[in-house]
T-cell receptor, first 115, second 114 residues
Framework: DTGVSQDPRHKITKRGQNVTFRCDPI?????LYWYRQTLGQGPEFLTY????????KSRLLSDRFSAERPKGSFSTLEIQRTEQGDSAMYLC?????????????FGNGTRLTVT | AQSVTQLDSQVPVFEEAPVELRCNYS??????LFWYVQYPNQGLQLLLK??????LVESINGFEAEFNKSQTSFHLRKPSVHISDTAEYFC????????????FGTGTKLQVIP
């Protein structure tokens, strides 16, 4: 169990640029989640995958955001035409999905700064 | 829709003193409740969880939380804190049934003063 891995740890980009983050979940975890955390707030749910299927997207996820999980393993989160309001910590979590109450295992996050 | 309220954004406490971090939730169905901890420069980690059964749950490092259905609360307590407990603590809820969408509170920063 090597834990959930996120890359990069930090990303600084100019407004209007596109960025892509990667998440490698714990192997054999079939559930994968993306959350966003801004200063002074708790993690906010963005989207959820069961294997390769994206089953729910939050209203926080505007059309500029897209997430994929090809082959049900790693996942990517892309933000197009970034805005300063997108600056946040983007967290990925996975869980085994063997029961409804499996705890989430979080990565260390990717901190995005949009200048 | 489920929601979580953590009224205290920061709690300073002297080392070896007791502490209580408050958490209240709102949901129209049965819930699972969690406390996650985030140490400086680290990711979120599960501290303890309530799923069913005994309303008092404990962690391996001396924290405990009690599920109170009538008050819709899940307060976290520790009788004697250590410097190493300095961290941010998040209460979270998920509704039983479904795929387990977890909703987090805004967090409480526990600062242990030597």
């Amino acid at each position: 169990d090597t834990g959930v891995s996120q890359d990069p740890r930090h990303k600084i980009t100019k407004r209007g640029q596109n960025v892509t983050f990667r998440c490698d979940p714990i192997s054999e975890h079939n559930r994968l989640y993306w959350y966003r955390q801004t200063l002074g707030q708790g993690p906010e749910f963005l989207t959820y995958f069961q294997n390769e299927a994206q089953l729910e997207k939050s209203r926080l996820l505007s059309d500029r955001f897209s997430a994929e999980r090809p082959k049900g393993s790693f996942s990517t989160l892309e933000i197009q035409r970034t805005e300063q309001g997108d600056s946040a910590m983007y967290l990925c979590a996975s869980s085994p999905g063997t029961s409804q109450n499996s705890p989430l295992h979080f990565g260390n996050g990717t901190r995005l700064t949009v200048t | 829709a489920q929601s979580v309220t953590q009224l205290d954004s920061q709690v300073p406490v002297f080392e070896e003193a007791p502490v209580e971090l408050r958490c209240n939730y709102s949901s129209s169905v049965s819930v699972y409740l969690f406390w996650y901890v985030q140490y400086p420069n680290q990711g979120l980690q599960l501290l303890l969880k309530y799923l069913s059964g005994s309303t008092l749950v404990e962690s391996i490092n001396g924290f405990e939380a009690e599920f109170n259905k009538s008050q819709t609360s899940f307060h976290l307590r520790k009788p004697s804190v250590h410097i190493s407990d300095t961290a941010e603590y998040f209460c979270a809820v998920s509704e039983s049934g479904g795929y387990q969408k977890v909703t987090f509170g805004t967090g409480t920063k526990l600062q242990v003063i030597p």
